[in-house]
């Protein structure tokens, strides 16, 4: 089997059943599937796939150990890097990270890596099997800003080494973008990432909802007050950013965030809640990315035509390839080499239409892609009633304006380390996309990470 160029295929939805519904789209490895796809593994002395991964977990180790049919064993080897690995082994962009860097994808198709990552997590969930934790504490306290990835992941490691952490959410439910940014058909909200957070429940750590930091208490407080010894700022990238045209304040103009968030953490999805979220006839999302992906794809489901408008060419979308050849698989159109000019609206101040102008691809530009440039004369009008705006998100300001002598840039991210997290403030760490504006998860994590070991090094030497 170690010769075998192909992968073992996984299981999907039909894409005309899951267009309608939002149930999972992929169904993952049987036991036996996982077996046969482990033995492609070339199991390499120097292997590359842990360089690509953000968390470093041992990839080999784990994938020899599903070979084998330790599932178990398996899950302890993953369980020493990654905290939350049913998540990662769904959400992250294994084509671009480990699965990128797999030998065998020279003369055929790289491991699966992220589907047997996946089948070990779900194993584990299934059959209890529970995180290894800190046997003794060490006394010392820390506040977690953030339940998302990279607060998650560093309260994790945290208490693994002992410490007493205490996770504080601003939102009334647990998981951050991964219960309020990502589709229940990516990433099931009960099934997965509440399971998830039990696990690292189970580690000891601590959890306080509805805690809006820079409102009902500061970072300052924390410290001075609550006998916090360190603080992770862990608190995501959740402000979203607009085009500035006109018409963009019009009725049926929405930002992804704002959109997903109905659906996704309001279950607007489900029939049985009450949450409004307009449908849509005709729905355009804005942008190229996964979340507009999600925006997208969440739309079709709602009944609704839905067409992405990019500016660049296909071979430019940074969305993962997987999610576009599922939206392409479910009906969603792309409008690619095309650019907004004006949302158009009617007597009544609802969306009716945009117009917009074709683009051609130029020179590259500071981030090595081809810049756009428009097409004199191209414009014209479609007809639309609903725009979703997924152009990026930058952090919050709150926290950074609450907190004396925290250091943000131009973008209003907190500057910190890239290999500790340390800020310019003493104590106080901070990771994830609050650092680095809207990133992926598996880079969150491994901010959290970071943050973790900068920490436990912080308070080691004080």
Known sequence: MANVLERVPVREQDPKVRATNFEEVCLGYSKEEAMEEATRCLNCKNAKCIKGCPVSINIPAFINEVKEGNIEEAYKIIGQSSALPAICGRVCPQESQCEGQCIRGIKGEPISIGKLERFVADYALENDIKPEGAKTTNGHKVAVIGSGPSGLTCAGDLAKLGYDVTVFEALHELGGVLVYGIPEFRLPKQKIVAKEIEKVKELGVKFEENVVIGRSTTIDQLIEEENFEAVFIGSGAGLPMFMGIPGENANGVFSANEYLTRSNLMKAFDDSFDTPIVAGKK????????????????????????????????????????????????????????????????????????????????????????????????????????????????????????????????????????????????????????????????????????????????????
């Not at 530009?365 to 007809?383: L, N, Q």
Request: charge should be negative.
């Open 283 to 462: 729905v355009a999302v804005i942008g190229g990315g996964n979340v507009a992906m999600d925006a997208a794809r969440t739309a079709l489901r709602l009944g609704a035509e839905v067409h992405v408008v990019y500016r660049r060419s296909e071979a430019e979308l940074p969305a993962r390839a997987e999610e576009v050849h599922h939206a392409k698989e479910e009906g969603v159109i792309f409008d690619l080499l095309t650019n907004p000019k004006e949302i158009l609206v009617d007597e009544k101040g609802y969306v009716k239409g945009m117009k917009v102008v074709k683009m051609e691809l130029g020179e590259p530009d500071a981030s090595g892609r081809r810049r756009p440039v428009e097409i004199e004369g191209s414009e014209y009008d479609i007809e639309l009633d609903t725009v979703i705006m997924s152009l990026g998100t930058s952090p919050n300001p709150l926290i950074a304006s609450t907190t004396e002598g925290l250091e943000v840039n131009k973008r209003r991210c907190i500057v910190a380390d890239d290999e500790n997290g340390q800020t310019s403030k003493a104590a106080v760490f901070a990771g994830g996309d609050a650092v680095t504006g809207a990133a992926t998860v598996i880079l969150a994590m491994g901010a959290g990470k970071a943050g973790a070991k900068g920490i436990h090094e912080y308070l080691s030497n004080k």
